[in-house]
């Protein structure tokens, strides 16, 4: 019987060693609890985030399909990221449909952080 090639241990051992630091908790991923409910009160709030109109998420009240569906978001996205998109999504977007939210002063800077700590929750 053929012992497994060196090549094929060495890159299991690799894949394996990757695949645990990727689920590794990080302090980046630390969620602020408090801050995350401030921010789901601001964006279920008709007249602040009113996120539901255009996205779906789990718990949306008859959700809108505009947006994409914010379910897996915070595993997708940074918070820096979150954060940038509902301060002014035509920042990288200018076709975006997306209100820039912090650009126009409908939400303020606490506010946007608080919905980008409540968006990487989900």
């Known amino acids: 019987m053929r012992k497994p090639a060196k090549f094929l241990t060495t890159a299991s051992a690799i894949m394996m060693l ?24 601001i964006a279920e709030n008709r007249k602040k985030g009113n996120c539901f109109t255009c996205h779906a998420y789990k718990g949306a009240h008859l959700a809108g399909n505009i ?26 977007n200018p076709n975006s449909s997306m209100p820039p939210f ?10 946007v952080k608080a919905v980008a700590e409540w968006a990487s929750t989900l």
């Open 67 to 92: 947006g994409p569906a914010l379910d897996g978001i915070g595993k997708r996205k940074t918070k820096k990221e979150l954060y940038d998109q509902i301060w002014d999504a035509t920042a990288m």
């Open 18 to 41: 990757l695949g645990a630091a990727a689920l590794a908790p990080t302090a980046a991923m630390a969620v602020d609890e408090e801050l995350a409910a401030k921010g789901k009160k």
């Open 102 to 111: 912090g650009k126009y002063e409908a939400l303020s800077k606490d506010e």
